[in-house]
């Protein structure tokens, strides 16, 4: 069992993962992030320049499209962190089956296996938090440098995939520093560690370089010192952090553990509680270890007001895994001391095993993304409802990321030009952007964009006269529409009737036009072209908040 014990195990989740496995792009930063590896862009904040990186040597196989090549990507990579996992709960545990029981329910857990079926981030960043672990292990138990360093060097490197593995930076220097004092005595460890790890940390350079060469999707252009600290370091998304009441606090902390009761159900939650208590007595280093961790991280995560927050909590997740770890192995070990017959311990060692069928059971509905359309139908839909040369405005990512992918990757219908008025009014940069990206439209408007950016160029530095931002923001937008009238059509999603652009769009007509609203200087006539609705009364296809949202946007039942 032993040897066979891996193979199994790969064989289970990866084929789990490919049956449940999305078949293109999904919600929120799906279709941006597969843009940005198919064409080697520069992401939103913090950039994700090693996922970019690996994302591209992936878009290139000849295999389905461009986002199920990066969905595929995303079940490799979390079949290599259950298969890590295995063999660092193993060398705690010095047990194979329950090793192998817990590897599967980290497999099957909810977050994990959302992550695993589509393409985002956050399944790398596991991944290596696992390996981290693993030779932070190694290195404590035999402590050889060659461990040290090669955990330095990957460090770095996993922070330049996604910051939340910032989580993990009190634990490491409490099983670093704290419980081997000889390591801070050792100069030339240390100076060969901050060197590999700044080897790692170096792949963020892709950053500027690539926006030096302005490639399409060039979040920030962070092509200067400042610009490129601020990229990195979030600096647009810092005023969601640390910015709650205790009251919400509270609020999210009952959100959360509602979370990890949907992970792997309230019965393995207590007995993952009760293993970290036998971990503490029995390994308490490394219980240690885990539960700083997971302090840091729900601690950091609760005060960071997101929607998409639920992967940030993914290392508590992995912790709470190990204590059923834990528990799995003293439970298994005590009832086969009160039986002498073979059958009953084999019996035992098997329930344990099938631990993994409550997280399967309970999350298969909510993971199983093979049917799953809804985002790509809406960017379909978007374009159905814009049958002509268009000019559209929205407030919704979730609209805005389809098409990104289907106009840049797929080139579908690229004269429709979308503007994502979030990023207008608030970023210099997007807006330089559309003007050099769609001239014919925006070069109409170059006074207005002028006098729009002298304010706004205040406004990221922090200083700002709000009333003429507002003014020339709005003068901006009454221009972009005039001037392009008689070349576009102008239509609007998701605009907020308590907005800044509800008295600009009160100018004009309205008329429902598919998903959106098509703006005219004169009446127009309801346009409802046939919509493309797979999934639409599918009850096997789960339909969270975002996709509840979708359905909401077609007129029909």
């Known amino acids: 069992m032993r040897y066979f014990a891996p193979i199994i195990l790969f064989l289970v989740v990866f084929s789990g993962y490919l ?129 040290f360093l090669l955990f330095s060097f990957l460090y770095g490197l996993a922070f330049t995939n996604h910051l939340s593995i910032i989580f993990s930076v009190p634990a490491v220097l409490y099983l670093l520093f704290y419980r081997r004092r000889g390591l801070l005595h050792n100069l030339k460890w240390i100076g060969s560690g901050i060197i590999l790890f700044g080897l790692g940390l170096s792949l963020y350079l892709y950053l500027p370089l690539r926006a030096g060469q302005d490639p399409f999707l060039n979040w920030g252009d962070p092509v200067t010192l400042r610009r490129l600290l601020d990229h990195i370091s979030g600096k647009q998304y810092q005023v969601w952090m640390f910015s709650e009441n205790l009251e919400a606090l509270i609020a999210r902390f009952g959100e959360y553990l509602q979370l990890v009761g949907h992970q792997f159900s309230i019965a393995l939650l207590l007995l993952a509680l009760l293993g970290l208590g036998i971990g503490f007595f029995e390994q308490r280093k490394f219980t240690v270890f885990l539960l700083v961790l997971l302090v840091f991280d729900v601690g950091y995560t609760l005060n960071y007001s997101i929607p998409d927050i639920d992967p940030y909590y993914l290392p508590s997740f992995i912790v709470l895994i190990f204590g059923i770890g834990f528990a799995i192995q003293w439970v298994t070990q005590h009832l086969q ?47 159905r409802s814009a049958p002509q040369k268009s000019i559209v405005l929205t407030r919704v990512w979730d609209a805005y990321s389809p098409l990104l992918y289907q106009q840049r990757i ?73 001037k392009n009238q008689a070349d576009y059509q102008l239509y609007a999603l998701g605009l907020d009737p308590a907005g800044i652009e509800w008295g600009f769009v009160a100018d004009f007509y309205g008329a429902r036009s598919g998903v959106m609203l098509h703006l005219s200087p004169k009446p127009a006539t309801v346009f409802m072209p046939e919509f493309i609705l797979r999934g639409w009364t599918d009850e096997r296809v789960y339909k969270d908040d975002r996709t509840n949202w979708y359905r909401r946007q077609y007129l029909v039942p």
């Open 410 to 482: 797929e080139r579908r219908r690229p004269e429709v030009v979308m503007v994502d008025l979030q990023l207008f009014q608030n970023r210099p940069w997007y807006v330089r952007q559309r003007l050099s990206r769609f001239p014919d439209v925006f070069r109409k408007v170059e006074p207005e964009i002028n006098e729009f950016l002298m304010p706004l160029d205040d406004f990221s530095r922090g200083y700002t006269d709000t009333a003429r931002l507002s003014r020339t923001y709005v003068a901006l937008l009454k221009a972009l529409a005039y």
């Open 19 to 147: 049956f449940t496995l999305a078949p293109t792009i999904t919600m929120i930063d799906s279709g941006e992030l597969a843009t940005v590896c198919a064409e080697l862009g520069v992401a939103h904040p913090t950039g994700y320049p090693l996922y970019t990186l690996v994302g591209r040597l992936f878009s290139v196989i000849p295999l389905g499209s461009v986002a199920y090549r990066l969905n595929l990507l995303s079940a490799i990579l979390a079949t290599i962190g259950v298969l890590l996992f295995f063999v660092l709960v193993r060398s705690i545990l010095n047990c194979t089956f329950s090793a192998f029981a817990t590897a599967l329910i980290l497999a099957f857990s909810r977050t994990y296996w959302q992550q695993a079926v589509a393409n985002e981030v956050y399944i790398l960043t596991a991944v290596f938090l696992i390996g981290l672990m693993m030779l932070l292990r190694q290195f404590d138990r035999t402590g050889e440098g060659r461990f």
């Open 337 to 383: 001391q009160v039986t002498s017959r073979m059958w009953v311990k084999r019996l035992i060692t098997a329930s344990s095993i099938c631990l993994f069928l409550i997280p399967l059971f309970l999350n298969f509905r909510t993971c199983d993304m093979h049917r799953y359309y809804f985002a790509y139908d809406f960017g379909l839909n978007l374009l």
